[in-house]
């Protein structure tokens, strides 16, 4: 499980997250599946360990709000570099929807692929092998809209 | 005395000198608290393993959110 053993064990990506996010890990039980598969993007890599993407039907990875907006949802495995360019990625997503205050700014309910092709180019090369066009689909497959995609409708509380 | 209780009292004599067997010593390694089968749990990322709680607490301290989620039966794939 390399999420775990490899890129949630790296000390940079420890400093990085816990400065900037509460972090909350669940185990869902067998069987359960995210409901959009179909959102991942599998990029080869030519390296070793996993390709990233590889997994989407039982890892993910949501960066968002207090208040249940998703900045980001990327389901798969992720190597440490891709980790980074996704939370820059969420965090860039933030800066352009809320204010100081973390209120949504207005304007800010702009369909979710603008957002983020926006902030793809506001990450410009830091977010290397996110083509803005493959971006942009894949958060169209996310949502339509920002903040229509919360937790509740991303992960409904199951009984029990 | 009868033979037989003899023979009693020698077996009950050479049963107390016999060394008793040391307790049985368990080399445990430290339980994963969580029991999540991760060894690193909370070495480096902070983790917490509830989601309104981590929702609370990110609004209190300004921070985001970030959810890690997986599905259980992860020997269907390598990830």
Request: include cysteine; proline fraction near 8%.
């Amino acid at each position: 499980m390399e999420m775990r053993t490899v890129v949630f064990s790296d000390e940079r990506v420890a400093l990085a997250v816990n400065a900037r996010f509460v972090c909350v890990w669940e185990n869902k039980s067998p069987g359960a599946r995210f409901p959009d598969p179909n959102v991942v993007r599998v990029l080869p890599r030519p390296e070793t360990g996993l390709p990233i993407g590889v997994g989407a039907s039982n890892v993910m990875t949501v960066f968002a709000t207090p208040d249940g907006d998703v900045l980001n949802a990327v389901p798969g495995n992720l190597d440490v570099e891709a980790f980074f360019d996704e939370m820059r990625l969420a965090w860039a997503v933030r800066r352009l929807t809320r204010d100081g205050d973390d209120e949504l700014k207005p304007g800010a309910s702009k369909s979710y692929a603008g957002l983020h092709l926006a902030a793809a180019k506001l990450c410009g090369e830091s977010v290397p092998g996110i083509a803005h066009a493959a971006l942009a689909r894949r958060m169209r497959n996310l949502d339509t809209s920002f903040g229509r995609r919360s937790f509740d409708r991303m992960f409904p509380a199951t009984p029990g | 005395m009868p033979r037989r209780w003899w023979v009693v009292l020698i077996l009950a004599a050479l049963a107390a000198c016999a060394e008793p067997e040391p307790p049985v010593r368990c080399e445990c390694t430290p339980p994963d608290p969580a029991g999540t089968g991760w060894p690193l749990y909370n070495q480096g990322v902070r983790w917490h393993t509830s989601l309104e709680e981590a929702r609370a607490l990110a609004r209190q301290e300004r921070k985001l959110v970030l959810y890690f989620v997986l599905v259980g039966d992860l020997d269907k794939t390598e990830c």
